[in-house]
């Protein structure tokens, strides 16, 4: 077993900018309310990395592959143009905050930003494409940074325990408050996302070898979703704290923008939100990398095949960087942090369209090697997230 592997690059999937703002909102506005929505979220994503993971083992093939195969061409292409929506919705969000990180910090505009982004994510990965190990390594060492920047700013911050222990215990507010269950299912969204569905089923193929590797996987997935969470939870915890401080000034809720400039009036000092930035730019640099490359997984079933992966790389990447711009140009900054938002609420509602292909498929894989109740506990899991989303669309 290698302290690094695939997990590490899902896992940065669960702390991209979608789940800063989608977890700087909830904070702001609901304070630690909504944090059980986080470790259940996070919980049930690990069952999911590691089922999806276990069928590209058995199978060798990803799930988009596997839609083809088990539903036909027709059946197989409206899957993949579905995980296609979800790759540049979450392109889109990784595009966006890599661009604000880089304002927020050098003052860069946003637009150039968003170019930026498209050029290191091809050079990265230019250089990494027949050193897979050492693109795994450098993803690690970042997501490290983060979790130390965090660990850094509540030390800082100093949140009431009793509150942070109160926050992961689940309570009514999503069904008495419809805001709150916009707001929770951006967290599902942000947390459990369908592109690191597809990264994984093709990612852990090169990585483990039949059932004897599935422990191996298992303790990768929840080693790595084990560092998101904490990333994912910390942002919750950071965004309530500091709405303590300043719910007086700013009863409603706020973005990343507003979060980055409140540190120093909150600390006196400026540290806490240039690490902030950092986080950020770090959080968006790994993102923009596994995002690409689950466009490049799904654009294989799409398109010829004798398209270059570089060329792929530039299809998604140009796939964000034009609604991002787009988006900017007519809304401006001022909305930025709501777009993220609907980014991630448009990933949830996109997951039954990779969660009910891959329990279909589950069931017909026995040798993927899972009891009847962990079966059960993921079609659960499947339908009550199917149904708070038919909620949401009811009640908008």
Do not use: C
């Not at 304070?31 to 999911?48: P, R, T």
């Not at 809720?253 to 600390?267: H, K, N, R, S």
């Not at 140009?329 to 930025?336: E, P, R, T, V, Y």
């Amino acid at each position: 077993m290698r302290l690094i592997g695939p997990g590490i690059l899902v896992a940065v999937g669960y702390m991209d900018p979608g789940n800063w703002a989608t977890g700087i909102a909830a904070g702001s506005q609901y304070g630690y309310q909504l944090g059980w929505v986080i470790l259940a979220s996070s919980m049930v994503a690990m069952l999911l990395q590691v089922l999806s993971a276990r069928i590209g083992i058995v199978t060798g093939q990803d799930l988009v592959g596997l839609g083809y195969t088990y539903f036909g061409r027709w059946g197989g292409g409206f899957l993949a143009l579905m995980a296609l929506i979800a790759v540049i919705a979450t392109d889109l969000a990784e595009v966006l905050g890599f661009a604000l990180a880089l304002n927020l910090l050098f003052k860069l505009p946003l637009s150039a930003g968003a170019f930026l982004a498209l050029v290191e994510t091809l050079l990265v990965l230019s250089w990494a494409g027949r050193r897979p190990y050492l693109l795994e390594v450098l993803v690690g060492l970042l997501t490290l940074g983060i979790v130390g920047i965090f660990v850094y700013e509540l030390w800082l911050l100093s949140p009431a325990a009793a509150e942070m222990g109160r926050s992961l215990l689940p309570n009514g507010l999503i069904f008495r408050d419809g805001q709150a269950l916009y707001l929770a299912l951006g967290l599902i969204g942000a947390t459990i996302m369908p592109h690191n569905l597809y990264l994984h089923s093709a990612w852990a193929r090169g990585h483990f070898r039949g059932k004897e590797g599935f422990r191996a996987l298992t303790v990768d997935t929840v080693r790595s979703l084990g560092l998101a969470f904490f990333v994912n939870i910390a942002l919750l915890w950071t965004a309530a704290t500091l709405r303590l401080h300043t719910l007086e000034s700013s009863p409603a809720g706020w973005g990343i923008t507003e979060a980055y400039y409140l540190f120093e009036p909150t600390l006196g000092s400026a540290a806490a939100g240039i690490a902030f930035g950092i986080a950020l730019l770090l959080a968006g640099h790994n993102a923009t990398l596994t995002s690409t490359l689950a466009g490049q997984i799904v654009l294989e079933h799409l398109i010829p095949q004798r398209l270059s992966p570089t060329w792929r790389a530039l299809l998604v990447r140009g796939a964000a960087i034009v609604p991002a711009t787009l988006a900017l140009l007519i809304w401006g900054q001022n909305h930025l942090n709501d777009l993220l938002v609907f980014s991630q609420v448009v990933l949830s509602l996109q997951l039954p369209f990779v969660l009910l292909p891959m329990l279909f498929i589950l069931w017909k894989l026995p040798a993927v090697g899972i009891s009847r109740w962990t079966y059960g506990l993921a079609a659960t899991i499947s339908l009550v997230i199917i149904s708070l989303n038919l909620l949401l669309l009811w009640r908008v």
